[in-house]
């Protein structure tokens, strides 16, 4: 593999775009999807405020997380270049890869329902030729080349990864020195400075699909538990069906749903790819042991699977920040799981041990809450009023505890808390890591 990648000077950069405009004119792009983005302070250009503007794209990392992220193996490595290739052929448009990597490389497209991305134009680099962004940044500040002859230094706005990226960052310092000497003169103007400027990439109301499927799966991992008695018909009819709908809202996520196929190619180095694997099997070996085999030894293996598979999808999620400060969430899979399973057998202490420990953790959670998005407040206000105390009113004065209104309370918040996880986790990007420096400097 050639040792050579893009090279940016901050001193130089002008945030011209010219960059971006090669892009398009070479890959025959769509306008309104760009492979190479600039994320610019002063992006009005004040006069005397200065202006720091970074130019970046895919850098076909050493270790890329794109590779091993993809459930479908749509990305390959050209050994001659080094380049990171997407194939749209291969990919399923689950846009897990968009959320593993730290640069905001891979793009979705949604009018083809895939992802695209930088190829390094590795039909220009394999002849010895220059990408086309670097080719035609009229400055210079943006290059391409043998990295390894570049100082090692702090990589100024770049998000800190073990990846290896295949990109140096020239005159980081001055950039710096910049935003500290500027940065009374930023408080002023009110320049580029919001956080509410960053779109998400991970937010409930594009995602719901997944906050379905993910809360479905760990109530039936929970109502499963129950089934080392006989259940009756009814039961193991409504539990398939809603197992089967689980998998059904997963593949609506999909840009391409009738590749779904290709969504377990890739189980070697793939949480989302093993997550979907073990949800198979999970539905397949409770259909078995509810209609064909019935065993204890394959009720434990069943149940096994079932944590494996909860264990998948919290792992699935493990590329994301937290923005609560516990590593653990209120509506953690398993904790779910742990609230059903001991309401399907009305075990009432444990029952309690769970509501109060959840409540404990979405209290904490709530330290700083977001009091200008009223959809969240009021979903924050029913979720403690009916999941959590109403709830816990229905425990202590039933016998038994597993009764509708009961189970109704509890699906409702535990509804509620699963949505708003996906509020409470954020992907890092270069234009974070910006902005958040920015408003580092600011409090100094």
Known sequence: MLSKGFILDYSKC???????????????????????????????????????????????????????????????????????????????????CTWACPFDAPKYNKEKGVVEKCHLCNHLISNDLNPACANQCPTGALRFGTIESIASIEQFGIPKTNFEPRLKIVNSEIAYSKLLIDSNLYKEKQLYTSKNLIKEKVNAIEEWPLALFTFIFSFLTGWFTSFWTVPDRIQQIVFLLLGFFGILLST????????????????KTSWLSREIFFCGIFLSFSLTYLFIFKSTLFFITTLLIGYLFLLTIEMVYSVSKRKTKLPIHSSNMFLTSLLFCF????????????????????????????????????????RVIIGLIFSLGIVFFSDPINNGVLLIALIVGELIDRFEFYGDISIDTPSRVLINTFNQILKQ
Request: aromatic fraction near 10%; proline fraction near 4%.
């Open 14 to 96: 002008v945030g011209c775009h010219a960059c971006i405009v090669a892009c398009h004119n070479e890959n025959k792009t769509n306008p309104f999807l760009s492979w190479r983005q600039i994320n610019s302070f002063n992006a009005k250009k004040v006069p005397l405020a200065g202006f720091i503007n970074l130019s970046i794209a895919c850098n076909h990392c050493n270790d890329a997380p794109c590779l091993k992220a993809c459930p479908a193996k749509a990305y390959e490595r050209d050994n001659q270049t080094g380049a990171v290739i997407h194939s749209s052929e291969k990919c399923i448009g689950c846009r897990y």
């Open 343 to 382: 309401y399907f057998n009305d075990f009432k202490k444990l029952l309690v041990i769970v509501i109060v420990l959840k409540a404990l953790l979405y209290i904490y959670q709530k330290n700083e809450p977001d009091s200008s998005n009223i959809f969240r407040v009021l979903g924050s206000f029913i």
């Open 252 to 267: 609506i996520h999909l840009g391409k749903p009738f590749r779904a196929y290709r969504s377990i190619v890739n189980i």
